[in-house]
């Protein structure tokens, strides 16, 4: 294991989603293609992790990081109106957004041990 320690914070954007019961596998998949693969070709998107709960069936939570705020910040929103669209046109009443955390309680990477 290593510690990293991050000398310019990353900024964490955290987003919670409601899946209905056996569509969250699915959902990951459109995730991944809809938004995460993309994303990786945006300057500032360092990455993101895909977090699913055992004690709320159906809680999925998507932490995008980033290389500041301003960088997740400067992210074409015509663009991610699209992605979004794509998201819902495909889950449909599947999938239900609950909250962006990142909104209520801006946070940053600091430093990471793995």
Do not use: C
């Not at 990951?28 to 992790?49: M, Q």
């Amino acid at each position: 294991m290593e510690l990293n320690i991050y000398q310019k914070p990353q900024f964490i954007e955290e987003l919670v989603f409601r899946i209905k019961p056996g569509q969250v596998e699915r959902y990951i998949d459109l995730e991944t293609e809809i938004f995460s693969e993309p994303l990786s070709h945006v300057a500032g998107f360092l990455g993101g992790e895909t977090w699913v709960s055992q004690d709320r069936e159906g809680e999925v939570t998507s932490f995008y990081f980033w290389e500041s705020e301003q960088a997740y910040r400067s992210v074409d929103q015509a663009w991610l109106a699209g992605q979004k669209e794509k998201m819902g046109a495909a889950m449909g009443d599947d999938a239900a957004f609950v909250r962006a955390g990142h909104a209520e309680d801006r946070r940053f990477r600091v430093r990471e041990y793995r």
